[in-house]
């Protein structure tokens, strides 16, 4: 499985953004997509999960009520809608998938995209 990430840039506090990942590759199992980020000095965290069978999505506290994940299953892409932005969300949010469950660790997910910067002033 390939994940490319875009959507990322520079915003200010209250802005929105939306991120998109695109996935190829063996796309055809059931398996979980998460949003991670992780910003400088800190460990790389959940952000949101979406489970593709079970239809099941999960968010971090921190994110709940201002970010929105969804899915276009024709095109194979989750979407992260972030809306009323803080500084503190500013980080390098990365795509993953998971071959099972969904689960908030990051290191049970087994591929990432390259990451995209996200900068809130």
């Known amino acids: 499985v390939q994940l490319v990430e875009s959507g990322g840039g520079s915003v200010q506090a209250g802005g929105s953004l939306t991120l998109s990942c695109a996935a190829s590759g063996d796309t055809y199992r059931p398996f979980c997509m998460g949003w991670f980020r992780q910003s400088p000095g800190r460990e790389r965290e959940m952000v949101a999960t979406?489970?593709?069978?079970?239809?099941?999505?999960s968010y971090a506290d921190s994110v709940k009520g201002r970010f929105t994940m969804s899915r276009d299953s024709f095109k194979n892409t989750v979407y992260l809608q972030m809306d009323r932005l803080k500084p503190n969300d500013t980080a390098v949010y990365y795509c993953?998938?998971?071959?099972?469950?969904?689960?908030?660790?990051?290191?049970?997910?087994?591929?990432w995209g390259q990451g995209t910067q996200v900068t809130v002033s």
């Open positions: 979406h489970y593709r069978l079970g239809m099941t999505t």
């Open positions: 993953a998938v998971r071959d099972a469950f969904c689960s908030p660790d990051k290191d049970a997910y087994t591929y």
